[in-house]
């Protein structure tokens, strides 16, 4: 029975859109997963180099005993983050005559097929083969690899079992993340005790005695059971979706975007879509992080001022970007009530053109203390936000016009591909070079600034020029709605 | 009210809808009955301008539906869940609603309150998103914005499916009051045929997108049309109680 499971779940894989029909979006993909896949390795191969060069007074292998729980602490608090309860789609199985136990032990194990799993395998394992393996001989070196996978499995089954509880009450979450927080600050804040000599003092005693690695198989064990359990308890819809126990929902108000009539009244609702949908909601909270950006880049000085244009773009458009890229997929599940009611389609696009401009204001505006490095930077700042919000407001609407693929807004925005395609690849080129385009002929000529006033000049031209912008798009939406609109309805 | 010219729309090859011709009057009530299949929705669809027929047009009080916007302003439907606003609350969807045509929210509330029999408690003040309604409120919020909005011509398709009985009969009513007392042109599908022989004066049935009939109801239509669907099937045996043994 467990075979067919996964060949089904094979099938869900490959057949699903979020793997996506197009090759460019494989080929990304892949090459992604790659690059990230690769560091990891790069990472794992030269841990005893990194090591011995951040602790050059230590013995190598007392350092690496001590990092192990600490990386478990972080894996931990990370896989509460991003790692996906593998639930729902059990639904179609829970009325057919199929085993509980084998629904259970499906859902149960299929958990292990995540990433979060592959990672500490990949970092470890090269360590243990260079250098525990000729030290301590084979016998330890097996107790080191077991010790890592159990230790992974059991943080594996301990998160999912903490986000299955909190799907019922949001408050262990909470209470979860509160604990992981004390147990940090215990060690690294008020220093009660230390993980990493509890680390080494576990990993240490089984360099010499391999029959403890039974402690964290037997902790591994004990979590799976205890899932295994719980899950079996509970195997109803409401507590294994992911949807959270609802309150009441009450509705709001804009009162500002009243005064600009339908069109205030569409935006009120594109801020509604966003704060009350998760994956619109995850990528302003991404936004947010962007806004960190000048940190990285400022505080070192062998960025010149070429590299302020793209952060500075980003800092202040980021939202039109992240956002952006996916125009008119967000509002795929009523697009069809869209077209059919009495909004004027450049009502429409007016009220994406305000919406981005309001919160690219909002941004320029959070983005001011970084005056801290000088008023250049705010300058610079206020010519990307001239820009986001003249030009590149109109490039992603002009590719919202080719998008045609339906996203669902209740997943979250992490490893999500759905309604990713060829539009988004080639929507960033535009993106990317055309502010160099204008910019760098000047630079090259020794003439920067008059590089950003032209950068200036041209966001203003067509922030003035919106309402002809507005036109052309409408025009050319006419020709593309019903292809919009059949993408749109196909889930 | 609604004029259709050889509408013609093909999917990989199959024929889905294909009307040489067909006009609907102001003031009718169709109903649209067909198996699965047999193009309703496209049907509906490509008079609401959705998707773009393969040849041929509609006319809506003599203009093409094609890319204009007037028809908008006096036609309202709800085919599916497509059409609502799943993220906002009912409250916020018919504010928004009454705002596209020009109503506040004092004269939005005003109608609501004439829903009120029909909402049956279910639906405003719940403290509910529309995507957590259930199916059936769902449609019912999708009808109340169809009202709302005061349409001259009122398109639904498949109404009664998900809605509880009580509902059903209110919604019954409801499309007569429109369709006698305010002149409102209605069309409803369904696959219920008691329902729509009784609220259609005017019924066509519809197969592998053809119109193969054309109906105004009578005290026979029922009996017609259930011979139709009855097709094939094998008519259960008169339960014959033998007066000797049941005393």
Not at chain 2, 181 to 194: A, E, K, P, Q, R
Request: net charge positive; aromatic share 14%.
């Amino acid at each position: 029975m467990i075979s067919t499971f996964f060949n089904h779940e094979l099938k869900s894989f490959w057949r699903s859109k979020n793997t996506g029909k197009s090759i460019a979006v494989k080929v990304i993909m892949g090459i992604l997963i790659l690059i990230l896949l690769s560091y990891v390795v790069f990472f794992g191969v030269f841990l005893d180099f990194i090591l011995s060069k951040m602790f050059p007074k230590d013995n190598l292998t007392v350092t690496f005993c001590g990092i192990i729980l600490i990386y478990f602490l972080g894996d931990l608090l990370m896989r509460m983050q991003l790692q996906e309860l593998p639930t729902l789609k059990v639904q179609p199985y829970l009325h057919l005559p199929v085993r509980r136990n084998s629904v259970v032990g499906y859902l149960a194990l299929t958990a292990l097929f995540s990433f979060f799993n592959l990672w500490p395998i990949i970092i470890f394992t090269p360590f243990i083969l260079k250098v525990i393996l000729p030290a301590s001989g084979g016998i330890a070196a097996v107790a080191f690899l077991l010790s890592v996978i159990a230790l992974s499995v059991f943080n594996n089954y301990l998160a999912m079992y903490i986000k299955r509880k909190a799907n019922l009450n949001g408050w262990i979450f909470l209470m979860a993340g509160a604990v992981l927080t004390l147990i940090t600050c215990g060690d690294f804040l008020w220093h009660f005790y230390s993980i990493r000599s509890l680390s080494y003092s576990f990993f240490g005693a089984l360099l010499l005695k391999p029959y403890l690695v039974l402690i964290p198989i037997l902790l591994g064990a004990a979590m799976f059971y205890l899932n295994f359990i719980y899950l079996k308890g509970n195997l109803y819809l409401e507590e294994l979706s992911s949807k959270k126990a609802s309150e009441y929902k009450s509705s709001t108000e804009i009162p500002l975007l009243g005064r600009f009539g339908h069109v205030g009244d569409l935006v009120a609702n594109e801020i509604k879509l966003i704060l009350r949908n998760k994956r619109p909601r995850s990528a302003l909270i991404m936004g947010l992080f962007f806004l960190c950006y000048g940190l990285i880049f400022y505080t070192q000085a062998i960025y010149g001022e070429s590299v302020k244009i793209f952060v500075g773009m980003f800092m202040t458009g980021i939202f039109i970007i992240s956002y952006g890229q996916f125009m008119f997929s967000w509002q795929a599940s009523h697009f069809d009530g869209i077209l059919v009611s009495r909004i004027n389609f450049s009502d429409f696009l007016k009220a994406k053109y305000l919406l981005f401009t309001i919160v690219s204001t909002v941004a320029f505006f959070l983005t001011t203390p970084y005056v801290y490095f000088g008023w250049r930077v705010v300058m610079i700042h206020f010519v990307m936000y001239l820009w986001n919000i003249g030009v590149n407001t109109t490039i992603v609407l002009f590719f919202a016009n080719r998008n045609y693929k339906r996203i669902d807004l209740s997943k979250g925005a992490s490893f999500n591909w759905e309604g990713v395609g060829a539009t988004q690849l080639l929507l960033s080129f535009p993106l990317l070079i055309l502010p160099y385009v204008i910019y760098w002929p000047f630079k090259m000529l020794g003439m920067a600034n008059t590089g950003f006033a032209a950068l200036a000049i041209v966001g203003v031209v067509f922030i003035a020029t919106r309402s002809f912008w507005i036109k052309q798009l409408e025009a050319d939406f006419y020709t593309k709605r019903f292809k919009i609109a059949e993408g749109f309805r196909n889930k | 009210m609604i004029e259709i010219k050889h509408l013609k729309k093909v999917y990989a090859g199959q024929t889905v809808v294909n009307i040489p011709q067909l006009e609907i009057k102001k003031g009718e009530s169709i109903g649209l009955v067909g198996n699965n299949g047999a193009g309703k929705t496209t049907l509906f669809r490509m008079i609401l301008d959705l998707i773009r027929p393969e040849s041929g047009e509609v006319l809506s009080n003599g203009h093409n539906v094609a890319g204009a916007e007037e028809w908008k302003n006096y036609t309202a439907s709800y085919l599916d869940e497509g059409f609502l606003i799943d993220y906002l609350t009912p409250e916020e969807y018919f504010y928004f609603i009454g705002g596209l045509h020009q109503k506040n929210k004092a004269q939005v509330d005003e109608y609501l309150l004439t829903l009120t029999d029909f909402f049956n408690g279910e639906i405003l003040k719940k403290g509910k998103y529309i995507r957590d309604l259930s199916k059936g409120n769902q449609c019912k919020v999708g009808v109340g914005s169809c009202l709302l909005q005061k349409p001259d011509l009122l398109m639904l398709d498949e109404p009664f499916a998900n809605i509880d009985p009580s509902t059903q009969f209110r919604l019954k009513n409801i499309l007569k009051t429109e369709n006698k007392n305010n002149g409102v042109t209605t069309i409803v599908s369904s696959h219920d045929l008691n329902h729509v022989t009784d609220v259609c004066d005017r019924i066509l049935l519809m197969e592998k997108g053809q119109i193969i009939k054309d109906i105004s109801t009578n005290s026979s239509t029922l009996n017609e049309l259930e011979e139709y669907f009855g097709v094939g099937q094998i008519v259960a045996p008169e339960i014959t109680i033998d007066k000797e043994e049941n005393h």
